[in-house]
Nanobody
Framework: QVQLVESGGGLVQSGGFLRLSCVAS????????MGWYRQASEKERELVAL???????NYADSVKGRFTVSRDNAKKTVTLQMNNLKPEDTAVYYC???????????WGQGTQVTVSA
């Protein structure tokens, strides 16, 4: 089992910034993909950013140039730095974990991000 705990959500003005963190614990493989998805009200959950064990990243087009995902393997933490936030970024953000070779997907409990105009 893998446990993921997010923190850092909150209310911010348009154009502001926020930093989300996710700490993983449990049976963590050294070869894994981690990152962030988000789900706005009445919308499907969508990919925001992924980062592989190698450091390779993948971003949604809507956040490229504004968001940066990083990881600290020693601390077993993945971070999402969100800059120049827009109202359309408002959503619940979920931490994601999956072994590179497959297996079940693990999710954090979610943290709310609200961007006011």
């Amino acid at each position: 089992q893998v446990q993921l705990v997010e923190s850092g959500g909150g209310l911010v003005q348009s154009g502001g910034f926020l930093r989300l963190s996710c700490v993983a614990s449990g049976s963590i493989s050294g070869l894994n993909n981690m990152g962030w998805y988000r789900q706005a009200s009445e919308k499907e959950r969508e990919l925001v950013a992924l980062i592989a064990a190698t450091g390779s990243t993948n971003y949604a087009d809507s956040v490229k140039g504004r968001f940066t995902v990083s990881r600290d393997n020693a601390k077993k933490t993945v971070t999402l730095q969100m800059n120049n936030l827009k109202p359309e970024d408002t959503a619940v953000y979920y931490c994601y974990y999956r072994r590179t070779l497959g297996g079940k997907v693990y999710w954090g409990q979610g943290t709310q991000v609200t961007v006011s105009a």
